[in-house]
């Protein structure tokens, strides 16, 4: 059991069963299971500062990965703090919610640059901010 400290504003009690931190039960200050929590090791995490988003966190990437390892989740920071999360899908949905880039523009937001994300074209990314975009200055 991880107890978080009550002055923090994520109070309350997480439970990880044997260490295993891919579910994670998260209890309130009253004891009651208030929601779920998936981890991941932090091993591997590459930034990338894409000005006007922010600091790109991906997971893992490398040179030479396999597609079908890549994580298609990002973090982004401004000003050192987490400010959004974006999604990256190795295709090119139809949707003009996304945004669309191609592998010429890749190396602007992930370095290194997946070769075999070279092979899918465009893909498929969406940001989500916690706050203003436009006030994003990494």
């Given at each position: 059991?991880?107890?978080?400290?009550?002055?923090?504003?994520?109070?309350?009690?997480?439970y990880a069963k044997d260490?295993?931190?891919?579910?994670?039960?998260?209890?309130?200050?009253?004891?009651?299971?208030?929601?779920?929590q998936a981890g991941r090791?932090?091993?591997?995490?590459?930034?990338?500062?894409?000005?006007?988003?922010?600091?790109?966190?991906?997971?893992?990437?490398?040179?030479?990965?396999?597609?079908?390892?890549?994580?298609?989740?990002?973090?982004?920071?401004?000003?050192?703090?987490?400010?959004?999360?974006?999604?990256?899908?190795?295709?090119?949905?139809?949707?003009?919610?996304?945004?669309?880039?191609?592998?010429?523009?890749?190396e602007e937001f992930m370095?290194?640059?997946?070769?075999?994300?070279?092979?899918?074209?465009?893909?498929?990314?969406?940001?989500?901010?916690?706050?203003?975009?436009?006030?994003?200055?990494?």
């Amino acid at each position: 059991m991880y107890v978080v400290s009550e002055n923090s504003k994520f109070a309350g009690k997480r439970y990880a069963k044997d260490g295993d931190t891919a579910v994670i039960l998260i209890f309130d200050v009253n004891g009651y299971i208030a929601g779920l929590q998936a981890g991941r090791e932090a091993d591997g995490v590459m930034e990338n500062v894409f000005f006007g988003m922010g600091v790109h966190y991906w997971y893992n990437i490398q040179k030479d990965m396999s597609c079908d390892d890549f994580f298609p989740m990002f973090l982004l920071y401004n000003n050192n703090k987490l400010d959004g999360l974006g999604w990256a899908f190795g295709t090119d949905l139809p949707s003009p919610r996304y945004e669309h880039p191609d592998s010429s523009t890749f190396e602007e937001f992930m370095d290194p640059v997946p070769e075999c994300l070279s092979y899918q074209g465009r893909l498929s990314t969406m940001h989500i901010y916690m706050s203003n975009p436009l006030l994003n200055f990494c």
